[in-house]
């Protein structure tokens, strides 16, 4: 589908209509294209499709593009195809509906059949080879209009000036929604320089500001997007919605963190909670704000930066060293695990068990043996 | 003393003496603060309803605001919480893409030791999300991955080809790595031989390089390649065969 092209549906002089059929799905390759049903027409240079109910919808392609086309027949449930076997995209081709496609062939799926005087009238377009005798100078491009002296709307002028007021009308939309984008950009850096202003104040002020009021002012600094110029930490970078997301996420995680062995890392938490919310999803900070304020609210949860900065959610029952030394048990009765063995044997992702083997090296109860296989742990007998 | 002192007005006068540290805080930080909030807060509301489907529709749109907050010094993903994700909605929408963007990237790390080109990233992003979707462009997964990055997990990007690789494991990769990575990039694979032609390394330097990115997963090794070994990118892999590594090519190559 990545050899179709944006057109506006306007003939050629020179270009013929030679046939056209309703009910037309296109597929790229063996999947459906994302494209409803629409009209597809053959002229003598090229291949058309046109959605039935978006008229501004319309591809083309140039009939050069076909190496070869056979009948696909129609199966209980499945209507009859015409399979078009194409050329590589070539250099040139103007933009389209797919960029990319990993197929070199599309299918024509008739739903309101049509499939057989279409194909003949294909095969005779495709022998007779019509576009090379009166070739049309380049391809029409899209939304600039017509060429003045080089297109002809043949039936269907109507349609070239509905697509033309559309076209105007969004660009009017555009630069008015950039115009009111401005404005608004205006009055939000107002905002961003009262709040300097503010915490220009709140340092001075140092000690003299009651945690409520900073708080207040973090709440101003989340609602806008601003970053915090006041350093001094109360419950982190956190304001009273990250404490209420912190106790949420005691709740929701204590189950999934028992079947995941007590940790999970943290950009498995994001996509747990998003999905399960569904929207007003959570931003990376927010999660990250949130857990940082697990120790102060004495959750059972800890929020923990690995070395090479992985970040977790453990649960606080599993403590450092029952982790260590199951971890230890594990290597010692295999005679050496990889990250890999290890993730399979305690149903942990490869990434955290990784994180464990490292730990436990770390605190000297085992050590590597690293080569171009992988990196295996060994019980340290030293 | 004065007798003038004494009496409800000396009271309330005192009083508000007493007070007035804390009155100026307030008139400091609380009024003209709330104030402004509900007056920018007003015309946001305005902007949203008029508005707000360009955001979503428009990708164009989308990088021309983004890079005007960024211009002022505003974070419009910064929370959940925050207005402009509140009430222009484009909070969620990049939330969303970041989980898109962690699955899609942990289902082929298997494959690809966690390196992906953007371009196969966005394919996959879009496929995954359905033809009745909003349009994603590869800017807006960019600003997506940058979010990303504060949860840890190694993201980053590494410029290659024009393009980028979209690195999702906290693997080390160091310049030398990224400079082998850049110069695999046209056919998926490089040998020894190219990386001292090329870049003017010793064998002990590209030996080094090859053999940390064949541990982390990044590069498998045909050494029944015809001539020299080959150290292959599977992120590399999609760029130029529209194919998947069959298990029997998978077989003959190590990772």
């Not at chain 1, 195809?81 to 389209?96: C, T, Y």
């Not at chain 1, 450092?320 to 990250?339: F, P, R, Y």
Request: hydrophobic residues 40%; aromatic residues 6%.
């Amino acid at each position: 589908m990545d050899r179709f092209s944006w057109s506006n549906g306007l003939l050629e002089i020179n270009e013929t209509l030679v046939i056209q059929q309703r009910g037309v799905r296109l597929y790229d390759g063996d999947d459906k294209a994302k494209l409803d049903l629409g009209v597809t027409l053959l002229s003598t240079h090229r291949l058309i499709w046109r959605d039935i109910k978006n008229h501004e919808c319309c591809i083309a392609m140039p009939l050069s593009q076909i190496i070869f086309f056979e009948e696909q027949a129609a199966g209980i449930g499945k209507s009859a195809k015409i399979v078009i076997h194409l050329h590589p995209v070539p250099a040139n081709k103007e933009p389209g509906p797919y960029q990319y496609s990993k197929y070199s062939y599309i299918k024509l799926s008739f739903k309101e059949h049509g499939q057989i005087e279409f194909y003949r009238r294909l095969t005779e377009e495709m022998t007779k080879k019509r576009w090379e005798n009166t070739p049309v100078s380049q391809p029409i491009p899209t939304g600039t209009g017509s060429q003045a002296g080089k297109t002809r709307a043949v039936g269907i002028v109507g349609i070239e000036r509905k697509i033309e007021e559309k076209r105007k009308e969004t660009d009017k939309n555009i630069s008015e929604a950039f115009e009111d984008l401005s404005k608004l950009m205006v009055k939000a850096k107002e905002m961003v320089e009262l709040s300097r202003s503010i915490a220009n104040k709140i340092k001075d002020k140092q000690g003299d500001i009651t945690e409520d009021e900073t708080i207040r002012f973090k709440a101003y600094l989340l609602s806008m997007g601003i970053a915090n110029p006041v350093t001094r930490e109360t419950h982190g970078s956190g304001t009273h919605y990250h404490l209420q997301l912190a106790k949420q996420l005691g709740d929701m995680l204590q189950a999934p963190l028992e079947e995941r062995g007590g940790m999970m890392a943290l950009t498995e938490v994001y996509c747990l909670v998003n999905r399960a919310r569904g929207m007003e999803l959570l931003s990376p900070e927010d999660l990250v704000n949130a857990c940082k304020m697990f120790e102060s609210l004495k959750l059972p949860l800890r929020l923990r930066v690995f070395d090479s900065g992985v970040m977790v959610v453990q649960l606080q029952s599993h403590s450092e060293e029952e982790m260590i030394a199951s971890a230890l048990d594990n290597v010692s009765e295999k005679g050496s695990l990889t990250a890999e063995e290890f993730a399979k044997l305690l149903g942990l992702s490869v990434l955290l068990s990784k994180e464990r083997l490292l730990l436990a090296e770390k605190m000297g109860h085992l050590c590597r043996d690293d080569s171009v296989e992988g990196l295996r742990f060994y019980p340290n007998l030293f | 003393k004065m007798r003038r002192g004494v009496g409800a007005g000396a009271i309330a006068k005192k009083k508000l003496a007493e007070l007035e540290p804390h009155i100026s805080h307030m008139c400091i930080i609380f009024i003209p603060m709330s104030k402004q909030l509900e007056t920018f807060k007003t015309h946001l509301e305005e902007f949203a309803s008029k508005h707000k489907q360009e955001i979503r529709k428009n990708p164009q749109f989308r990088v021309q605001f983004q890079e005007m907050c960024a211009t002022i010094g505003v974070d419009p993903l910064a929370s959940g919480k925050g207005f402009w994700s509140e009430m222009l909605g484009v909070g969620d929408f990049y939330y969303e893409l970041g989980v898109q963007i962690i699955e899609v990237c942990l289902a082929l790390k298997h494959r690809n030791g966690g390196l992906i080109t953007l371009d196969e990233l966005h394919q996959r992003v879009l496929k995954g999300r359905g033809k009745y979707a909003q349009e994603v462009s590869q800017d807006d997964l960019v600003r997506a991955i940058k979010k990303l990055k504060v949860m840890g997990n190694g993201f980053g990007m590494i410029p290659v080809g024009g393009s980028y690789l979209v690195q999702s494991v906290p693997a080390e990769l160091n310049m030398d790595h990224t400079v082998v990575l850049q110069l695999a990039e046209k056919k998926g694979y490089v040998t020894v031989s190219e990386i001292k032609d090329s870049l003017k390394w010793e064998k002990e330097r590209a030996c080094h390089v090859l053999d940390h990115l064949l541990k982390e997963g990044l590069a498998w090794l045909d050494s029944q390649a015809a001539g020299e070994a080959q150290y292959w990118l599977p992120a590399l892999f999609s760029e130029l065969t529209s194919r998947d590594v069959t298990p029997e090519e998978a077989n003959q190559m190590t990772p």
